[in-house]
Structure formats: C-alpha cells, structure tokens
C-alpha cells in the first residue's frame, strides 16, 4: 500500500532553518505531484508548497515565498521541503500528500488534488 513518511520536524529558534523529508513507498513516485501542507493547533490544513512529477515545476504559498524550497529525489522516492528563516507562525504539523491528478488542469493547492497524506511531523519555532 501506499506509504508517505515525513521526518525532519522538530524545535528551533526563529530564524534557523530545519528540512524536512517525505518518503514514499508503494507507488510510482515518479508519476506522482507532491505536496506540502501545514495544520497549526486550532486551525485548518492549509498548502506549504507542490512540486510536479518532474520537479519541473513548483508552486508555494505567498507566506513562505523566498524562504522555503521544496525539491524532489526521484531516485530516492524522497520530497524535500527546505526552510529557512524560520517564524514562530510557521509552527504547524507539516505533511506531505501525494497525487496523479493534473498539474495543469487542476489546483495543486486544494487538500483535494491529493489521494495519500502522510502523517506529519512537527515543527516547533520559538521567539
């Protein structure tokens, strides 16, 4: 079955930088969009950033424009979400997902473009 795995999360100071890893099994990682989305305590899921199949192309959220970089290994099977600048509003539980859909015709950034979440990693910023 499919499998998507984050590590990576945990405590840092603002304005560090921490990276995050989503490992998938179970699939064609290679035929799959990735994305990245964040929930913080209370709130809703919300989009990080996507990156295609290809790692062609890419998409990101306006709040971490500039300071976050998602990359793919598709050698490893592996996505990649750098973050750098770290802000006490970036704590959240961050999760990959995992999609075939269009990248073209659809939205990457809507929870349902994707059919496989993983189950997250924590990331904690302190002022």
């Known amino acids: 079955q499919v499998q998507l795995v984050e590590s990576g999360g945990g405590l840092v100071q603002a304005g560090g930088s921490l990276r995050l890893s989503c490992a998938a099994s179970?699939?064609?990682?290679?035929?799959?969009?990735m994305g990245w989305f964040r929930q913080a305590p209370g709130k809703e899921r919300v989009f990080v950033a996507a990156?295609?199949?290809?790692?062609?192309?890419?998409v990101y959220a306006d709040s971490v424009k500039g300071r976050f970089t998602i990359s793919r290994d598709n050698a490893k099977n592996t996505v990649l979400l750098q973050m750098n600048s770290l802000k006490p509003e970036d704590t959240a539980v961050y999760s990959c997902?995992?999609?075939?859909?269009?990248?073209?015709?659809?939205?990457?950034?809507?929870?349902?473009?994707?059919?496989?979440w993983g189950q997250g990693t924590q990331v904690t910023v302190s002022s």
């Open positions: 179970g699939l064609s990682f290679s035929n799959y969009n």
């Open positions: 997902a995992a999609t075939t859909r269009s990248w073209y015709l659809l939205r990457p950034e809507r929870l349902n473009y994707y059919n496989y």
């Open positions: 990156i295609n199949w290809s790692g062609g192309s890419t």
